[in-house]
Structures are given as structure tokens and as C-alpha cells.
């Protein structure tokens, strides 16, 4: 095999809470991730001569060592002393900055592909330990689907899929450092942990509206004073007709569950309408198959 073609999958965090703080500056938390079906393409070729090339469709996204999707290949590269190369494409369709792991993602990919395309014969746990190496939730991306993640996003259990439903995603036009809003999240005390346990119980039951009802994100009271059109958004989302609204990450993205897609594309365009965010769009929760 000599090329690969894959689908980084976009993240949505259904809970979110912050327990505590590390002498690294990295937080543990208790989250619930959702993958959802907005991607990026990733392209992978073997090359004879050795070496990292990548492009992509997105202009200002860098294209060296500083791209998450480049620094996984290098690890690969490095560790294995690969005698042949890899050129990447990255064709970008999740929003960048946003709260949805898109980096991450495309680093899973990476990590995913040429595990098959050189042989490595790494096994998912092993990819995972890499994973972390260059991001938080780059495990949870190469797992994929409705996990429970813990330690500081690497620690993953997974939980009964999430039922299907119609996600709304929108990103208005600003843009979040994660590392900004952890910090920034030390300096308040948190008035109200989210009820992960509430959620794995939905899930459990396969109650979508209790699921709706327990979904909650710390992260939202550092991000949404600085950008309020996230409530602006989670309001129109909620006035259309969805279970719940909020915030994914460190943000700026808001997502919503809805029962009923066409209340999902009414959402999506008042929110186009009143300017409050170009790149809006109705997916659906991506359920992994498990072997
Ligand atoms: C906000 C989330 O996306 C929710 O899924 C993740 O917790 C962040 O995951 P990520 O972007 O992959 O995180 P990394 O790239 O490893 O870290 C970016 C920055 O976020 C902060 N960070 C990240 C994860 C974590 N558990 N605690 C942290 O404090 C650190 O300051 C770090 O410098
Ligand atoms: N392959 C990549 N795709 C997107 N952004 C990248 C990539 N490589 C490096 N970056 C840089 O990483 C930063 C964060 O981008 P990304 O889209 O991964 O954030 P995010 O959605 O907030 O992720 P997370 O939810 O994991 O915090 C951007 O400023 C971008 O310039």
C-alpha cells in the first residue's frame, strides 16, 4: 500500500469539568467526547525519498514543523528511523481554533495511516501513548465515538454511543487559545461542576433528553464574557427548537442537539442571517463501530 486516504473526524465535548490543576500547568479533567461527522480529508503517500512534505487547502495554516499533523510524522519518522518519506494533504473543512480538535484530529490521522502504510504493527493503545505526546486529546481522536476521558483528556473509557440526533455546529468568527482559557480559568473559583455521571446515566439509557439536560462546560464561564455571541448563539439554537445548546472546548463553537433536522437548518439559517457565525453546519453524532 502506498497511499492512504482518511476522514479526521471533529470533536464535541457533551460535558466538560475541570477537577484540578498540575505543577505542568495541565488540568485534570472528567469530559465526555463526541465525535461528529464534519471532517478533514487526510492524504497520505510513502515516498521513495525521505522526508515530511505537507500542504493544505487553508492558506494560513503553517506547513512545517509547527503543524500538529507534520509534527506526528516526525515522531513516527524519528523513532523508526524510516528510510522513506511521507507527503500529507490536508484538505480543511473543520473550523480552525474552534474548540473541535481539527489539529488533533489531523495528527491522529497521521499516526493512524502510517502505522499502516510503513508496518509499524503499533497497536491502538501504543498509537495513543504517542498521541499524547503532541496534544491532550490526540488519543481520544485516534479513539474515536462517545468516551469518557479523564487525566488530562488521555485516560479513556468508552460509553455507550451516543443515540442519534441532529448536531448543529457554529463557529462564530473569533478565535480561542485553549491554553489562554485554562489559565484564565485559574483565577475563578468554579460555581457549578457539571453532571458528567447525569450524562453517563443518559447514555446509559439511551436518553437523549436527559443526555440534553446534563450537558454542561466549566470552560464556558472564561469564554463566554470575553465573546458573548456564544449565548447569542446557544440562544437562537434553543429558540429553534434544541434539546441544548453550549459551548464545545475552550470554545468559540456552540453545538446543538435537535431532535429534528428541520429545525436544525432553521437554526442554522437565523444564525447565518444575523451574522452571528459564516461557518455553520448540520451534522450528525458519528458512531464507531467497535470490533
Ligand atoms: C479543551 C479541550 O479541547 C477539551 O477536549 C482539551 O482539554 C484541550 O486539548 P488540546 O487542545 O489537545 O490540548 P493541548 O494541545 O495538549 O494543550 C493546549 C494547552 O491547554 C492547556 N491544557 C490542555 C489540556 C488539559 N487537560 N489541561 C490544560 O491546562 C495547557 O495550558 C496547554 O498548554
Ligand atoms: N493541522 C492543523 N489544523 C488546524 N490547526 C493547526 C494544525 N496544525 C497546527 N495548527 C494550529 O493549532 C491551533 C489550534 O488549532 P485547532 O483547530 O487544532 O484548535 P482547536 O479546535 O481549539 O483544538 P482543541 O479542541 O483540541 O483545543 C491553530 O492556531 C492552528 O494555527
Known amino acids: 500500500m502506498r497511499q492512504l486516504s482518511l476522514k479526521a473526524l471533529a470533536k464535541i465535548n457533551l460535558g466538560l469539568d475541570v477537577l484540578g490543576k498540575r505543577e505542568n500547568g495541565y488540568h485534570d479533567v472528567r469530559m465526555v467526547m463526541q465525535s461528529v461527522y464534519l471532517y478533514d480529508d487526510v492524504h497520505i503517500e510513502k515516498t521513495e525519498e525521505e522526508g515530511i512534505s505537507l500542504e493544505t487547502n487553508l492558506h494560513f495554516l503553517p506547513t512545517d514543523e509547527s503543524n500538529i499533523a507534520y509534527k506526528?510524522?516526525?515522531?513516527?519518522?524519528?523513532?523508526?528511523?524510516?528510510?522513506?518519506?511521507v507527503k500529507i494533504a490536508l484538505e480543511k473543512h473543520i473550523p480552525v481554533a474552534a474548540g473541535l480538535a481539527g489539529g488533533s484530529s489531523n495528527a491522529a490521522a497521521v499516526l493512524f495511516g502510517m502505522n499502516r502504510l510503513f508496518d509499524l504493527h503499533l497497536t491502538q493503545e501504543e498509537l495513543m501513548d504517542r498521541?499524547?505526546?503532541?496534544?491532550?486529546?490526540?488519543?481520544?481522536?485516534?479513539?474515536?465515538?462517545?468516551?469518557?476521558?479523564?487525566?488530562?483528556?488521555?485516560?479513556?473509557?468508552?460509553?455507550?454511543?451516543?443515540p442519534k440526533c441532529t448536531v448543529l455546529i457554529a463557529k462564530p468568527p473569533v478565535s480561542v487559545s485553549t491554553k489562554m482559557v485554562y489559565e484564565a480559568l485559574d483565577a475563578e473559583i468554579i460555581q457549578k461542576h457539571p453532571d458528567i455521571d447525569g450524562l453517563i446515566h443518559g447514555l446509559e439509557h439511551q436518553a437523549l433528553y436527559e443526555i440534553a439536560a446534563c450537558m454542561g462546560n466549566v470552560l464556558e464561564d472564561v469564554t463566554i464574557p470575553m465573546y458573548p455571541v456564544i449565548e447569542e448563539i446557544k440562544k437562537e439554537m434553543k429558540a429553534a427548537g434544541a434539546l441544548n445548546a453550549m459551548m464545545s472546548g475552550s470554545g468559540p463553537t456552540v453545538f446543538g442537539l435537535f431532535e429534528n433536522?428541520?429545525?436544525?437548518?432553521k437554526a442554522q439559517i437565523r444564525i447565518r442571517e444575523k451574522a452571528l457565525a459564516?461557518?455553520?453546519?448540520?451534522?450528525?453524532?458519528?458512531?464507531?463501530?467497535?470490533?
Not at 468516551?147 to 455507550?160: D, F, H, R, S
Not at 459564516?278 to 470490533?291: E, L, M
Open 72 to 85: 506526528a510524522a516526525k515522531l513516527l519518522s524519528d523513532e523508526f528511523h524510516l528510510r522513506q518519506g
Open 131 to 162: 498521541g499524547v505526546k503532541l496534544g491532550a486529546d490526540v488519543p481520544y481522536c485516534i479513539m474515536r465515538g462517545t468516551v469518557l476521558a479523564e487525566g488530562i483528556g488521555e485516560k479513556l473509557t468508552m460509553l455507550p454511543a451516543m
Open 261 to 265: 433536522r428541520t429545525d436544525a437548518r
Open 278 to 291: 459564516k461557518q455553520v453546519f448540520v451534522t450528525n453524532v458519528h458512531g464507531v463501530r467497535r470490533k
